[in-house]
């Protein structure tokens, strides 16, 4: 929200970057020096490396990376391991999220989309965007995926929000909501332990009881990690690709809406284009080198905390040399958007095909679809790793 005393926030697909260089030390918010890494090559390097992880992050004497611990500090969770114990919890879960098993879930999809769509114009414009479609359409894959039918969406959300918080919640407030979130999913591998169904929970405890190795702890962090990643970042993305194609690219919307490949295609490159927040938040993929390690001709000793900057990456122009190519053209490069490397975003594929699905039903629906109000007008949710409208105004 903003005041008299503070200007408009810009919508995040007119934020500037950082320019792409070599390794540069910059300060975390906790005053921990950190290599920034901005080259797209670099960048790639960094999530992949072996000698550049993540759980000596959260090593004893480790310095610190976050000023309030979120979700992204638990130790048990799938992003927090590396090595063997990595490939181990990620086995339990890797195969529900093939692209082959993704495109399985595609009719589905689409039918919830469908229904959303029309559920939104029958109410009439103006109609709310976030109440109405961005948030509820993630919402509605991840519950039937983890059949959550029931959920307190109110909670989800608060959940949500306090585990990606970064300046919104005091520490207190954050762990406390943590705790009511983990005794949440804790409850929910008993539930299927007992009952077990054809739901993404109930394949996770049984692959997780044959495999062995995976805690208590750890099999609660996926699932915890997996409904908030499950709605909120494409809840984000939706959002933000609307702000940006109402606001900048009428004729692309009206095209998206036309052709099912040319969504499919402006998908990829609204993906690459808008971050999913502000370099404020985070400076970028947080990481920590075990060993000397040189990372485009800069030597990073051990013990270094390294950011690598996928949103910086997605714009160098070494490897997009033209950022006003045609939003319908093919990627001149792989995406960081999701990654790369052992820790590349399990649920990619899955976000890929909401938004796709969601952009080209609601715009072949409502060609004229426009913004209700300028965007310097939209008040955002603000204080988290991500940033998208807490409202967005839609009329034809």
């Not at 919508?11 to 950190?34: K, N, Q, Y």
């Amino acid at each position: 929200m903003t005041t008299a005393d503070t200007p408009p926030l810009v919508p995040l697909h007119c934020l500037r970057h950082a320019e792409p260089g070599p390794p540069r030390l910059v300060a975390l918010p906790t005053g921990t020096p950190a290599w920034l890494v901005t080259r797209h090559a670099d960048v790639r390097q960094v999530l992949a490396d072996p000698r550049i992880n993540r759980s000596s992050l959260y090593a004893a004497g480790a310095p610190p990376v976050t000023v309030t611990p979120n979700i992204l500090d638990d130790p048990d969770s799938l992003l927090n391991s590396d090595g063997p114990e990595h490939q181990r919890i990620r086995r339990t879960v890797q195969r529900a999220f093939t692209p082959r098993a993704i495109e399985r879930w595609r009719p589905w999809v689409s039918g919830v989309v469908d229904t959303l769509v029309e559920e939104l114009v029958a109410a009439g414009s103006p109609v709310d965007a976030v109440a109405n479609f961005t948030r509820p359409l993630p919402v509605a894959v991840i519950s039937r995926l983890m059949d959550l039918d029931g959920l307190d969406l109110e909670r989800l959300a608060h959940w949500s929000d306090h585990a990606l918080s970064v300046t919104a919640y005091s520490a207190e407030e954050i762990a406390t909501a943590m705790r009511e979130f983990g005794e949440f999913g804790y409850q929910l591998l008993i539930e299927r332990r007992k009952s077990p169904g054809e739901d993404l929970v109930s394949s996770l405890v049984q692959a997780a009881d044959q495999t062995g190795g995976v805690s208590e702890q750890q099999l609660t962090a996926l699932v915890c990690g997996l409904v908030v990643a499950g709605h909120e970042t494409t809840m984000t993305s939706l959002g933000n690709a609307l702000v940006y194609l109402l606001d900048r690219d009428r004729a692309a919307w009206r095209r998206i809406g036309a052709d099912p490949e040319a969504a499919a295609a402006a998908t990829e490159q609204i993906l690459r284009r808008i971050p999913l927040g502000d370099r404020d938040a985070l400076p970028g993929m947080l990481r920590r080198a075990v060993e000397d390690v040189e990372v485009g001709g800069v030597l990073i000793p051990a013990g270094a905390v390294v950011a690598a900057d996928t949103t910086a990456g997605n714009h160098d122009p070494l490897v997009y040399p033209a950022e006003d190519m045609d939003l319908f053209g093919p990627l001149a490069g792989p995406s960081l958007t999701f990654g790369a490397g052992p820790h590349h975003c399990l649920g990619a594929w899955l976000a890929r095909m909401e938004l796709e699905l969601g952009l080209h039903k609601l715009a072949r629906r409502v060609p004229g679809m426009r913004l209700s109000e300028p965007v310097d007008s939209i008040e955002w949710r603000q204080g988290l790793l991500t940033r998208s409208p807490l409202s967005l105004g839609l009329s034809w």
